[in-house]
């Protein structure tokens, strides 16, 4: 899109030791159908030549370029806060230096944004990649279970269950408003299981204005230095039924537990920032209380029925059931409540 109207752009743009991947990101920005208004770059103190990179990059480009050199290293999650901190555009495109964007990522989802004025932050899917960006067998969401039955979910508002289930939002897919960051930042030090992006979907999600254009809009290589890429994840341990009456008490109720704690925690986190109710908030105390109640479970069997079969007639067991666990997974939580 084009003309005076449209909004400014701008993309925040993260380096450390980026040399060797940088340059083709880089190409891929200068090829943008739309080329962005201005690029902020915060690098966190690269020891190669990405810092002289960088200067010759931003002499030599026909867009604005400033480039923040931190004086001790952040880390991602506040290198990529100090990065959109800086940015004056509407619009801010995260920005990873190792991937490589087609040419219509910006001009795609700027539309999208100027279509939807309610939507705070929105994702787009990646092509993953091998590490010299070859192969385009499998989309980013097929390895996050971001399948489809989650986008018909995430558009019937239930985005905050899907992202509280595990992030969904790659950072360098993502585009947000400026004006939402006074209620984001500072990107809280200690979310379990979450890094910058995730609190990003989190917040946005509570008060449902994080969306998703289903379309992959960039090639997202895959190497070993990555801080985060596509891993395959640990397999959990198979509780068969029998084990389900030998283990201690205390090896079930531990990652029971451990969700607890976590749902308190965002929800301590999300409350300082967004103080009324929303939608968002109700799904996650729900959640939270769901896990708070299986957590403690009293040791008198009979006792545990009442709370046990009241969270069944609201659907819980279903709907907190792992996505990647089969049909039998909440009818065996169930019993395990009941009898273990």
């Known amino acids: 899109m084009t003309g005076p109207d449209r909004p400014r752009t701008s993309i925040a743009l993260c380096t450390y030791n980026g040399s060797a991947y940088l340059p083709t990101?880089?190409?891929s920005l200068l090829d943008q159908q739309l080329r962005p208004d201005e690029i902020v770059i915060s690098d966190d103190l690269s020891t190669d030549d990405t810092p002289d990179l960088l200067r010759k990059l931003a002499a030599e480009a026909?867009?604005?370029?400033?480039?923040?050199?931190?004086?001790?290293?952040?880390?991602?999650n506040k290198n990529f806060e100090r990065a959109l901190s800086a940015c004056t555009g509407d619009l801010i495109f995260l920005c990873d230096q190792d991937d490589s964007w087609l040419p219509e990522k910006i001009s795609t989802m700027t539309q999208y944004m100027d279509q939807h004025p309610d939507?705070?932050?929105a994702f787009c899917d990646a092509w993953v990649?091998?590490?010299?960006?070859?192969?385009?067998?499998?989309?980013?969401?097929e390895v996050v279970r971001f399948d489809k039955r989650a986008q018909e979910r995430a558009k019937n508002g239930e985005m905050m269950e899907i992202i509280l289930d595990g992030n969904r939002m790659m950072g360098c897919a993502t585009v947000v408003r400026r004006l939402f960051l006074s209620t984001a930042l500072p990107v809280p030090a200690d979310i379990p299981g979450y890094i910058y992006d995730g609190w990003l979907a989190l917040v946005a999600a509570l008060s449902n204005q994080l969306q998703f254009i289903d379309k992959p809009l960039q090639l997202y290589r895959t190497h070993v230095q990555q801080?985060?890429?596509v891993r395959e994840?640990?397999?959990q341990p198979v509780v068969r039924l029998q084990d389900r009456f030998a283990r201690r008490r205390a090896g079930k109720l531990a990652p029971l537990r451990e969700k607890e704690a976590l749902f308190t925690r965002i929800d301590q986190l999300l409350s300082k920032r967004i103080k009324t109710e929303t939608s968002g908030t109700t799904m996650l105390h729900r959640r939270l209380a769901h896990?708070?109640?299986?957590?403690?479970?009293p040791k008198n069997r009979l006792?545990?029925?009442?709370?046990?079969?009241?969270?069944?007639?609201?659907?819980?067991y279903h709907r907190y059931a792992d996505a990647s666990a089969n049909w039998m997974a909440p009818y065996l939580a169930i019993l395990g409540d009941l009898l273990e």
């Open 129 to 141: 990649t091998n590490e010299h960006l070859q192969g385009r067998q499998q989309r980013f969401w």
């Open 303 to 316: 006792k545990r029925i009442g709370p046990v079969f009241k969270s069944i007639f609201k659907g819980n």
């Open 25 to 27: 990101q880089w190409q």
């Open 291 to 297: 896990f708070r109640m299986r957590s403690h479970l």
């Open 227 to 229: 801080q985060v890429g």
């Open 119 to 121: 939507v705070q932050v």
């Open 233 to 235: 994840q640990e397999a």
């Open 62 to 76: 026909p867009f604005s370029v400033r480039i923040l050199n931190n004086t001790t290293r952040l880390g991602s």
